[in-house]
């Protein structure tokens, strides 16, 4: 067990919808990321949040936007969703005062879109 | 820009054999290297963390090596069981924090 946990754990949404997806890090844990893993495939950095403020971003278009809060917990949202968007959506989190040490993942939270 | 490999993609060996899973990174300017393991479905647990300024980590019967000037890392299993079966996954983390992740090789232990 890491501590991270996200919900829903899958979740189903047609072209076009939007969708939010929650993880909750342990406490004290001020820096989460979230990528995308595509089957097969490994994890695809999305972005970071350091204390509430995006400091990092991987090759995803603005559609993909995020939001960290003071409360450790964090989301991903994804507006105007495309069939390619289907994935299994990790968050990882890390502990306070720095980004460079050991990630802890959640389960994940895995998204169909038809 | 940081691309991670990792060979072989599948591999299957007998119980209690020992195993080398390899990573290899084409910008050896990294801050570190993870080593994960992923069962199906579900998230990455993370194994092994070698700083840049590291040679080798060891937990257990798994040993990491990193070799910067080559940009390779490999991953150093013992004495193998079934319970290791599992994808694993390297990761490099660059100094401005983003981390590129390899395709995972899928180990199958046989009982």
């Known amino acids: 067990e890491t501590g991270v946990t996200q919900s829903p754990t899958h979740l189903i949404k047609t072209r076009g919808q939007q969708v939010t997806l929650r993880c909750s890090s342990q406490?004290?844990?001020?820096?989460v990321s979230w990528y995308q893993q595509a089957l097969g495939q490994g994890p695809q950095f999305i972005f970071q949040?350091?204390?509430?403020?995006?400091?990092g971003r991987g090759n995803f278009p603005p559609r993909f936007s995020g939001l960290q809060f003071p409360n450790y917990s964090s989301e991903l949202n994804v507006n105007a969703l495309e069939l390619d968007d289907s994935a299994l959506y990790l968050c990882?989190?890390?502990?306070?005062?720095?980004?460079?040490?050991?990630?802890?993942f959640g389960p994940g939270t895995r998204l169909l879109v038809l | 820009k940081q691309e991670v490999t990792q060979i072989p993609a599948a591999l299957s060996v007998p119980e209690g054999e020992n195993l080398v899973l390899n990573c290899s990174f084409t910008?050896?300017?990294?801050?570190?290297l993870q080593w994960f393991r992923q069962d199906p479905g579900k998230g990455l647990t993370s194994l092994l963390l070698?700083?840049?300024?590291?040679r080798e980590q060891t937990s257990g019967r798994l040993n990491a090596s990193l070799d910067k000037s080559s940009g390779r890392s490999t991953l150093y299993i013992a004495a193998s069981q079934p319970g290791d079966s599992a994808t694993y996954l390297c990761?490099?983390?660059?100094?401005?924090?983003?981390?590129?992740f390899g395709k995972g090789t899928r180990l199958h232990i046989l009982p």
């Open positions: 990882a989190s890390s502990l306070e005062g720095t980004s460079r040490e050991t990630q802890y």
């Open positions: 406490s004290g844990h001020n820096t």
């Open positions: 949040y350091y204390r509430e403020e995006e400091n």
């Open positions: 910008d050896s300017a990294i801050y570190n």
């Open positions: 070698i700083q840049s300024s590291q």
């Open positions: 990761a490099a983390r660059s100094w401005d924090d983003k981390i590129i």
